[in-house]
């Protein structure tokens, strides 16, 4: 029970980090996901990181920690796109086989589990950097900042 709302914790960070991936920001590029996006997800964190790290060490490793995840979420949005774009490729050759969709749609699948399980492993490494206080206390601020960008949902009440 204990790894699943740590999966769970691991999925607020991510959302607190990347927003609704549907949700358009002002000024971000017209799918809401330029450099511009990233760096204020990233400078939102930062935030909530310095108000809830006491350790100034701790809290630059922190930060540096969620860099690395900005950086694995971007590229994993990357490989995402393409494919996507082998999908709509195969979708339009008259000639594709079952097994050449099955194909793409596995190393999909693969790449994004390889990426989700980084991200999990980079958040434990966030996480034995902090307190037990400070962790819950960064969780429920980043589960405010995520529900944010959840439309027509209910938000959940608490953190992890």
Known sequence: MKWIQGYVLGLVVVLALAGCSSH???????????????????????????RTVKDQEKAGQVKSIVGEIVTELKASREQERAGHRQLYEL???????LEEFTKVLDDTNNRRMQSA????????????????????????QMLAYSSRYKHGEAAPKAGY
Do not use: P, V
Request: hydrophobic share 40%.
């Open 24 to 50: 358009r920001h002002h000024g971000m590029g017209a799918e809401g996901k330029g450099e511009a996006y990233w760096q204020k997800g990233q400078q939102d964190m930062a935030g909530l990181i310095d």
């Open 117 to 140: 399980t980084k991200i999990l492993l980079l958040r434990f490494r966030m996480k034995e950097l902090m307190t037990a206080e400070e962790w819950k206390t960064l969780s429920d």
């Open 91 to 97: 979708s339009a050759n008259y000639a594709a086989t």
